[in-house]
């Protein structure tokens, strides 16, 4: 994993047992002779408790080829909750924590652009800070073309020179600034939509499970009190309001249609015990669980 290279910050990695996490099937600096862009393929073991990834001056971004799994990852905050499958970016300079249970066919690319070349552009861009954390976040919300860019250095022929790795990396940097990097203006309906929708589902996904308003403003990447504004100008209810609904909705399902004892109906349901299941429910219908499945 470390190469003797002006280019690359690989010395962080010095120490690091590549080898318990994954299996490297190829790599542009060793296979391709490329010097300005750092391409490589991984098989992945199937779980990892707690690989802690060191903090590097490079753009690092990594594509999910093949596989299944439940990530959780972490930076200087909380762990993030997602699957295995969308187009990451590491926030440059920081460290990072990750843990997974996964299948055995997870695969990954992963792609290193050289600060310098990222510095480089900037300059050229009319040389302001770079929001690296903000880039991230965008790269997160969806990019095609960025993974059809990711995919095609990834593909690129053994024989192809650096003159080809130069001209990627300086195109990737030119897309990652321009498109991800800039100061977001407002978001338009379309989007806000779409987020609201991705946060619905994860509520109907996780209703055992206690989120909180944060957590699902994080998911979505939106400020906590932007989500609660669009949230509620979307459905006419707050996150919070929304998701107790949610819960009473499956409750009456669970009531209704199964034998289940209300104690598993409350876990199911995202209740910490069957009384707070039972205020809840008399709250929202006027009756308890006890008389609505009765009745």
């Not at 779980?47 to 596989?67: F, Q």
Request: charge should be neutral; proline fraction near 5%; aromatic fraction near 8%.
């Amino acid at each position: 994993m470390v190469f003797d290279s002006e280019r690359f910050d690989l010395q962080p990695y010095t120490g690091f047992d590549m080898s318990r996490y994954v299996r490297r099937t190829y790599c542009s600096w060793e296979d391709s002779g490329w010097e300005s862009l750092l391409v490589q393929r991984f098989d992945h073991v199937p779980v990892a408790e707690d690989l802690r990834l060191p903090a590097v001056a490079d753009l690092h971004l990594v594509l999910p080829l093949s596989g299944r799994a439940v990530m959780e990852t972490r930076g200087e905050g909380r762990w993030n909750r997602y699957e295995w499958g969308r187009l990451e970016l590491a926030v440059p300079g920081r460290p990072l924590r990750r843990r997974y249970r996964g299948d055995g066919s997870m695969r990954s690319l992963q792609v290193h652009i050289p600060g310098t070349t990222v510095e480089s552009v900037a300059a050229r861009l009319g040389g302001r800070a770079v929001d690296h954390e903000a880039m991230a976040a965008s790269v997160a919300g969806g990019d095609p073309l960025l993974d059809e860019l990711v995919r095609a250095v990834g593909n690129a022929r053994e024989d192809d020179d650096d003159l080809y790795a130069e001209s990627a990396a300086a195109f990737l940097a030119v897309h990652l600034l321009t498109r991800h990097a800039r100061k977001p203006g407002p978001p338009t309906a379309g989007r806000e939509d779409e987020r609201v929708r991705a946060a619905v589902a994860m509520m109907r996904d996780r209703l055992a499970d206690p989120l909180s308003v944060a957590e699902i403003a994080g998911e979505v990447h939106l400020s906590v009190y932007h989500f609660i504004r669009v949230f509620k100008e979307k459905t006419g209810e707050t996150p919070h309001r929304f998701l107790g609904g949610l819960r009473i909705e499956e409750a009456r399902r669970l009531l209704r249609g199964t034998d289940l004892p209300i104690a598993a109906i409350a876990g199911r349901c995202g209740f910490a015990t069957p009384g707070a299941l039972s205020a809840a429910f008399l709250k929202h219908t006027g009756s308890r669980p006890s008389e609505y499945r009765n009745s």
